[in-house]
């Protein structure tokens, strides 16, 4: 396969619009998976999701243009499936299992269409949101931040030459690739690519997910990204995200129908899929709240995702639990996936190793690492916290706890209300960089 010429391309923008998101594919894999359970089971739920910049010391509004954004979102709206790509997913063996969407839901998503969004400013932070159906405005999220970052990596080198962009990309070429080969060291070590949501480019995450899979080999498990999968041939890989819970609790019409909404969740999850996609994501109001009122039945589940408590820290309680249910860790699956760098992921891997099967998910520091790579100095270019969250489910206010309070979002008053019912025990704060 011929490799694309980044940096001349990058430097190429000759045409009117170079359009960032081409395919509605070009999405995480568990956005399709919920969006099934979504479109089957909650088809009349509304919900709202909001960005939210955490690096506020970023102003996106001054380093991206509104209109070229507008131009990019826009495009996006136009996307439908294409015959190949339906073709792909009906066709297509996941986790598996054969045919595991639905023949009708795929008959809907043909006709599939982003709908609409509202954009403006305010003290250099963009507002932007997506406001309607949840079986549509789920779909905004992975491209809207996909948009946005690279928007912003576009504005970061648009003063950049031909060869200072080809230095560019050098360096960062050189950079992930000394990491691949501290992974490759690692036997057994299972890494997949999780970097759609906040990737410095498409082709970069491209060029990425080409080099794991040429440098690490069989180590190398898949791509959340669909398009990359179907593409390159991976599997494609992703479970659920905080998004469920947070509309069910939102949802709850009691403080104990609040309480027992996360298992809710795993219940209609159970419904639709099985095996290795029973993945328990369990921080959305906090890991120890989740651990203190999980029925038994979830200890039978493939295996937990911590993802927003320190590694070593939130998988020991994971395997606490699972120990005190009877379970043999061994037995069972941890799949790391918040904030990863390749120090992190190699503490992790040699903690864990023999106790129980691990998985990284690696994202921003695989698919946005340019960390000092210009060729001249500029934080433009480094990775930022951006995410597009959940705000409202039919009209009433969605939270996330978190076990990271810094990774908080939500109304303030229900926050607290959240953890008067949950209880903060377990949460420690920590900087969050991507």
Not at 389 to 402: H, I, M
Request: hydrophobic fraction near 40%; aromatic fraction near 12%; glycine fraction near 6%.
């Amino acid at each position: 396969m011929a490799k694309t010429d980044i940096a001349r391309r990058v430097y190429n923008h000759t045409w009117k619009l170079d359009p960032i998101v081409r395919s509605l594919l070009d999405t995480d894999f568990y956005k399709l998976l919920m969006l099934q359970m979504i479109w089957g089971m909650y088809p009349k739920v509304d919900a709202t999701f909001t960005l939210i910049n955490r690096t506020t010391s970023v102003r996106l509004a001054d380093e991206i243009d509104e209109g070229e954004l507008r131009e990019q979102l826009d495009h996006a709206r136009t996307l439908r499936f294409s015959k190949k790509e339906m073709i792909w997913l009906g066709g297509n063996t996941f986790y598996g299992r054969k045919q595991i969407f639905e023949p009708e839901f795929l008959a809907w998503l043909e006709d599939f269409r982003l709908p609409e969004y509202e954009l403006s400013r305010r003290d250099g932070q963009f507002e932007l949101s997506f406001a309607g159906p949840w079986m549509y405005t789920t779909l905004w999220e992975i491209p809207a931040l996909a948009i946005i970052n690279e928007l912003r990596s576009r504005a970061a080198m648009r003063s950049f030459g031909p060869f200072a962009l080809d230095v560019l990309y050098a360096r960062a070429k050189a950079k992930m690739w000394a990491k691949t080969e501290r992974l490759k060291a690692l036997p057994g070590i299972r890494i997949s690519d999780f970097g759609t949501r906040r990737r410095h480019s498409f082709l970069w995450q491209r060029w990425c997910v080409e080099a794991l899979k040429e440098g690490i080999g069989d180590a190398f498990t898949g791509t959340s990204n669909v398009l990359l999968a179907m593409d390159n041939d991976l599997e494609a890989l992703g479970t659920n995200a905080h998004e469920l819970p947070m509309v069910f609790a939102a949802l709850a019409s009691s403080e104990d129908e609040l309480r027992q909404s996360p298992y809710k969740v795993l219940q209609d999850w159970q419904r639709y899929y099985g095996g290795n996609l029973l993945i328990v994501l369990p921080d959305t109001f906090g890991t120890a709240a989740f651990l203190r009122d999980a029925p038994d039945w979830i200890a039978d589940w493939t295996g937990f995702r911590p993802d927003s408590a320190p590694p070593i820290e939130g998988g020991e309680k994971v395997l606490s639990w699972w120990r005190e249910k009877g379970r043999d860790p061994k037995q069972k699956l941890l799949i790391f996936s918040d904030g990863l760098e390749v120090e992190t992921i190699e503490e992790t891997y040699k903690h864990f190793r023999g106790k129980v099967r691990m998985s990284f998910g690696w994202g921003t520091n695989l698919t946005n690492d340019f960390e000092g790579c210009a060729p001249t100095e500029t934080k433009s270019l480094d990775a930022i916290s951006l995410v597009c969250k959940v705000s409202e489910a039919n009209g009433r206010p969605a939270v996330k706890l978190s076990d990271n309070p810094a990774k908080a979002t939500g109304d303030e008053k229900e926050i607290k209300r959240y953890l008067r019912i949950f209880g903060e025990k377990g949460r420690v704060e920590q900087l969050v960089k991507v």
